[in-house]
């Protein structure tokens, strides 16, 4: 009875700390083929304090799918917290709020068609640059 | 206590303008495509809305009773790489029940690096914290009001709260955090004096006016506010200092001639502080005028005016607190001839409650005093005063 318990505990906790892993790792930051960004630059663009790469202005888009993850794992900031952030920057400094794309596949489309685009997907897909 | 009807403070009634910029608000939303975007995102439409209730002792001259506040919507089109604009539309009930439109803002710019862009048209006027952070966001206000100094122009506020002109602003990296700055040069306003007045005292009733069909004399107001951003342990934590300079004009004896009777200099210097981090909102505002008579004998004239406001956030509850007071000269024209000109000071006390990311509910207690000067009558009231909120 004990090694039954025993067992059924391991896996459940194997299995919390491998999707632990899964979600820590989730959010990959890419970007237009013309646009090259650090991993460093992430948080400062979709605070929208850094508008431009170069010449290129700098076009940041959420993915719904992925979003809890990627505000955790770059933004140190909750889901409530970033859009109150951006309510106030909207208003007060006429930036505009990342677009919203409902997953990886809109994202992707978007950001090769769009200069200066910069997204995040849970795997990079061959034609865009991933933010290190 | 003055009576005023029909205080016409540029502001247009119901009718033609409204329809017209509802229109041109809906052909905005319609036709300005996001250039960076899918061609098909359009450009959202955002605003503010908000409803109360208010009670006062019997000595307040504010009525009571439910009512509407403001409904204000705004739009941020990026037009291409560099060229964006922040317009802003509010429709709001005056204390006479007519519903007033106001063009709120107006403004075009051309976004130079991330360090600078230059705005044209017109702005909130860059001074403080309050004025620029949260003007007509009630939502993202945690008070129901305002510093009552720093409130709009024909509202109580002393101060021109919006500005028809040049802006410069932009935030270059400084140490571990951010050197801020706003620059203006604008019209600068004018003490409008009521044309319609039913006047059952001696006060003052003249409202400031900002010009924005054009300047009404030679000197424009120019303005800076200067900042710094904290980060690491001192996150969310800015300094800043401000001031403007520009003659004020009033036309006294309101009979509306071109020749304003009364010339103040306004010369403006103080400070702010603001931190909102760890769930503390933590504002502090400062102004120190030093007015000089450039049309009469009366030489020059210092007055002040601060607030400061503390609140924690605890769930969804945030509890504050705020205490203002303003010392005015009633020698200084620019305060004299003020409607909202009287010293007084003010302890406010209340909470929002968040039922929603976009939604709060706001309770307030207020205690105003206001002083006996030259011309003015001493009254004292209490309000209470609550406030249904949401943004979009």
């Known amino acids: ?111 090769k068609r769009t200069p200066g685009a910069v997204g995040y997907v849970s795997s990079a897909p061959a034609g865009v640059n991933v933010a290190k | 206590m003055v009576t005023v009807k029909n205080v016409n403070v540029s502001r247009s009634r119901q009718g033609g303008l409204p329809a017209f910029l509802g229109a041109t608000l809906a052909g905005l939303v319609l036709t300005i495509p996001a250039p960076a975007q899918a061609e098909s995102d359009g450009v959202p439409l955002h605003g503010f809305a908000d409803a109360g209730f208010a009670m006062h002792s019997k000595e307040s001259p504010n009525p009571k009773g439910f009512n509407v506040g403001s409904l204000d919507f705004y739009l941020t089109p990026q037009f291409d790489n560099n060229v964006k604009g922040l317009i802003e539309i509010i429709f709001e009930t005056t204390s006479a029940g007519e519903v007033a439109t106001d063009l709120e803002r107006m403004q075009m710019g051309y976004t130079f690096s991330d360090n600078a862009t230059v705005w044209m048209g017109r702005f909130h006027t860059p001074y403080g914290y309050w004025n620029t ?149 933590v504002l502090g505002e400062y102004y120190r005028f030093n007015n000089k008579d450039k049309s009469g004998t009366t030489g020059s004239h210092s007055s002040w005016a601060d607030y400061l406001q503390v609140g924690k956030t605890i769930d969804n509850v945030t509890p504050f607190i705020r205490l203002e007071k303003t010392v005015l000269s009633q020698l200084d024209n620019y305060f004299s001839m003020q409607d909202s000109g009287q010293s007084y000071n003010r302890q406010a006390l209340g909470f929002k409650y968040d039922i929603s990311q976009k939604a709060s509910l706001k309770l307030e207690l207020l205690n105003s005093k206001f002083m006996a000067e030259s011309g003015r009558i001493a009254y004292s009231y209490r309000s209470l005063l609550t406030q249904y909120a949401i943004r979009f």
């Not at chain 1, 491998?18 to 960004?37: K, R």
């Not at chain 2, 007045?197 to 120019?222: F, R, W």
């Open chain 2, 133 to 281: 952070g949260f003007h007509h966001g009630a939502q993202i206000q945690t008070a129901v009001s305002r510093p009552r100094f720093l409130d709009f122009e024909d509202k109580g506020g002393i101060l021109p709260a919006h500005m028809v002109g040049l802006m410069a602003n932009g935030k270059v990296r400084a140490g571990g955090g951010k050197f801020t700055y706003d620059a203006f040069v604008g019209n600068g306003p004018k003490i409008g004096m009521a044309q319609d007045l039913v006047v059952t005292t001696t006060q003052a009733p003249g409202t400031l006016s900002i010009n924005t069909a054009g300047d009404d004399n030679h000197q424009a107001m120019v303005g800076l506010n200067l900042g710094y951003e904290f980060s690491g342990m001192a996150d969310g934590l800015r300094l800043a200092v401000h001031t403007f300079r520009g003659d004020v004009g009033d036309d006294s004896d309101g009979t509306f001639s071109l020749t304003l009777l009364n010339i103040t200099e306004v010369s403006m210097a103080g400070g702010s502080v603001a931190y909102l981090g760890n769930d503390w909102e």
């Open chain 1, 1 to 111: 009875m004990k090694s039954t318990y025993f067992r059924f505990f391991s896996t459940v906790l194997l299995a919390l700390s491998l999707s632990q892993v899964a979600y820590a790792a989730d959010a990959i930051v890419i970007s237009n083929p013309g646009t090259t960004i650090s991993a460093g630059e992430v948080k400062e663009i979709f605070l929208g304090e850094k508008q431009f790469a170069g010449g290129t202005k700098l076009v940041p888009v959420d993915n719904a799918a992925l979003q809890e993850s990627f505000l955790s794992k770059f933004m140190q900031m909750a889901h409530d917290k970033y859009n109150s952030m951006w309510t106030k920057k909207s208003f007060r400094d006429g930036l505009t709020a990342p677009a919203v794309k409902s997953g990886d596949a809109e994202v992707i489309d978007f950001v």
